[in-house]
Nanobody, 119 residues
Framework: QVQLVESGGGLVQPGGSLRLSCTAS????????MGWYRQALGERRELVAT?????PTKYADSVKGRFTISNAENTVILQMNSLKPEDTAVYYC???????????????WGQGTQVTVSS
């Protein structure tokens, strides 16, 4: 089994910062990429940022210059600065993982963590 456990969400005022963390554990042979998605109430889930392990990062236009994604081993971090009310959403961690004795990378998701930006 594979689990992704997120932490770090909460309530913050506009202009503030939050740091989200997600750690993958379980029967993991290799992780190809990790990332963060978000879903606001009544909206579709959208990409926030992704990082290819040992490779490039990608950001949604709406967060460029404010958010930074990084990783260390099986953990991915999203540093969010200059937060805006429109960043309010449930944030989901995602990872492309190849388990032991398999050949394919499959997507796994965390349970989600709420980020609320409000005064």
């Amino acid at each position: 089994q594979v689990q992704l456990v997120e932490s770090g969400g909460g309530l913050v005022q506009p202009g503030g910062s939050l740091r989200l963390s997600c750690t993958a554990s379980g029967s993991i042979n290799r992780i190809n990429a990790m990332g963060w998605y978000r879903q606001a109430l009544g909206e579709r889930r959208e990409l926030v940022a992704t990082i290819t392990i040992g490779g490039p990062t990608k950001y949604a236009d709406s967060v460029k210059g404010r958010f930074t994604i990084s990783n260390a081993e099986n953990t991915v971090i999203l540093q969010m600065n200059s937060l805006k009310p429109e960043d309010t959403a449930v944030y989901y961690c995602n990872a492309a993982i190849r388990r032991y004795f398999t050949t394919r990378y499959l997507p796994y998701w965390g349970q989600g963590t709420q980020v609320t930006v409000s005064s």
